[in-house]
């Protein structure tokens, strides 16, 4: 007998990132009890992939060993591990790992994004990425075998190429750092922010080229737009992201990133039956679609929940809205900047640095898993966000 047959709802969560996990948990917290409701997450890995801490995973340092079947352990959800590798849309099935296949009612989408190495010749084949831990850990161990005064470059200065830089700089400092890219590290923060970010980089000896374009990566070198070489040991490829191919591969509306195009209520606008959320999903609010972030994606995947349990009890899903409040920048672990922003992402005039911006952004990287853990106990704990006020309401 499938699950359909006994009137079982079967929920497939794909990726146990921020926002997948916080789908899961949200999800299983409301119906545990109520039953009916079958759900299935994953992952790659059981490890829970702190993404934000992948920079320090990059520089050697350990970060802590979260499992998410312990998290999901006794809330009815369930976790498969493996690599999805197809979804039919049609026949609403998953593929994983080539050999099993998992049917659902309702899909949510959640497997993030990965570095876009295809849009630069020899990026794919020569740079190191932080898709993944294991990604990381590569590159870790090629730094450690780089000899003192060699060359590191970060392509992108976009804040995961500042954050890596810094992390880089200050684990590294016999090795020479050059962060590459087209904008100001820091361009979308204020002045104030932006001067403090630039000056820490410098005490950190990091080389910032703002204004370049990356042309090609060579084994030993990247070339610039115009001919000159950079002698480079390791490149760190952080120029930009990519969604996986997969919903693509299946018909769903994608936009150019490959990001499945949703709903008001994070719903396919192609395929109803699924859900996108966080980095994988592209997400329109009135101020203009949203940009990949935990502070965000977390919130999708609540949303979502809410949405499918909303449906499942015969109501319709309720528009998603949010707004930004900070944009927190590590640099290096003695140092930080943290921008608060207006709903929409634009720099407000408060901002803080130093230790207190230290704290303030171990905080929030480290808030995700206990934000779980007390939603298991109290779903309702998780549906706080900031809405966005009149920059995301609509008439
Ligand atoms: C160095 C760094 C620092 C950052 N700092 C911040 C910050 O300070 N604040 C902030 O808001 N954001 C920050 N971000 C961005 C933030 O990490 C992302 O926005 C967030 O991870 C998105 O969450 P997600 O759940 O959509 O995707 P992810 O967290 O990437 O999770 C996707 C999951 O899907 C899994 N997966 C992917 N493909 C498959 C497959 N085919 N089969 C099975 N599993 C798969 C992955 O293993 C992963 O577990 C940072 C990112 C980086 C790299």
């Avoid at 829970?48 to 312990?70: C, I, N």
């Avoid at 740079?127 to 970060?154: H, K, M």
């Avoid at 020479?176 to 820091?186: A, N, S, Y």
């Avoid at 977390?298 to 809205?321: C, E, N, Q, W, Y």
Wanted: with cysteine; charged share 25%; hydrophobic share 40%.
């Amino acid at each position: 007998m499938n699950a359909r047959e006994n009137g079982t709802h079967r929920v497939v969560i794909l990726g146990a990132g921020y926002a997948g996990t916080a789908a899961a948990v949200q999800l299983a917290a409301r119906v545990h009890k109520r039953g009916g409701v079958q759900i299935t997450v994953v992952n790659a890995t059981e490890r829970f992939t702190e993404r934000m801490r992948l920079h320090m995973t990059a520089t050697g340092q350990q970060t802590a060993e979260l499992a998410v079947p312990e998290l999901l352990d006794g809330t009815g959800a369930r976790f498969v591990r493996g690599w999805v590798t197809a979804i039919d849309a049609a026949a609403k099935t998953v593929r994983i790992d080539d050999d099993r296949e998992l049917a659902y009612d309702t899909l949510v989408y959640g497997l993030g994004t990965v570095a876009d190495t295809a849009s630069v010749p020899g990026a794919e084949d020569h740079a190191y990425t932080l898709n993944g831990a294991q990604d990381a850990e590569l590159l870790a161990d090629r730094l450690a075998r780089i000899g003192d005064g060699g060359t590191v470059v970060v392509a992108g200065t976009g804040l995961t190429g500042v954050e890596s830089a810094a992390e880089l700089a200050e684990r590294h400092p016999r090795l020479k750092v050059i962060l590459v890219g087209r904008t100001e590290p820091g361009a979308d923060l204020g002045r104030k922010a932006r001067t403090y970010l630039r000056a820490a980089l410098d005490r950190l000896g990091v080389e910032v080229r703002a204004g370049a374009e990356l042309a090609k990566v060579l084994p030993g070198s990247v070339e610039l737009a115009g001919g000159e070489s950079l002698a480079a040991d390791a490149v760190l490829w952080v120029g930009g992201t990519r969604a996986p191919r997969l919903a693509a591969a299946a018909g769903l509306d994608v936009d150019e990133r490959g990001r499945i195009v949703t709903d008001r209520s994070l719903r396919s606008t192609s395929h109803p039956d699924v859900y996108a959320i966080g980095d994988a999903a592209a997400i329109r609010q009135g101020y203009g679609m949203m940009h990949g972030t935990c502070q965000g994606g977390m919130p999708t995947g609540v949303h979502a929940a809410l949405s499918i349990d909303r449906v499942l009890r015969g109501r319709d899903p309720k528009p998603f809205r949010f707004g930004y409040y900070h944009t927190p920048v590590s640099l290096g672990r003695g140092d930080a900047v943290v921008q608060f922003t207006r709903p929409d992402g634009r720099a407000r005039r408060i901002s803080l640095t130093g230790r207190t911006a230290v704290r303030y952004k171990e905080t929030v990287t480290a808030s995700p898993w206990p934000t779980y853990a007390r939603m298991r106990k109290m779903p309702a704990s998780g549906a706080f966000w900031p809405r966005g006020g009149r920059f995301t309401r609509t008439k």
